[in-house]
């Protein structure tokens, strides 16, 4: 039991946030997901949503949120 116990523990994952863009990204993002499954059509949304923001509109590398 004890190698099975190591084998399929979970590790914590540490994440950061680097800008408050990669923060609402994020909670949009773990909102779509809260049911457990993020369909094609969540993501197409989320990316027009986020294409109408000007936060994400006047940076040159905004396209990384948004796809």
Avoid: H
């Avoid at 049911?35 to 027009?48: K, M, N, P, V």
Wanted: hydrophobic share 45%.
């Amino acid at each position: 039991m004890g190698f099975f116990d190591s084998l399929f523990k979970a590790q914590p994952v540490q994440i950061t946030i680097n800008d408050e863009r990669e923060a609402f990204v994020s909670i949009l993002y773990a909102c779509a997901c809260a049911d457990g499954y993020l369909s094609d059509d969540e993501i197409d949304e989320l990316a027009s949503f986020l294409s109408t923001k000007d936060k994400f509109l006047r940076t040159s590398n905004a396209m990384p949120y948004i796809l």
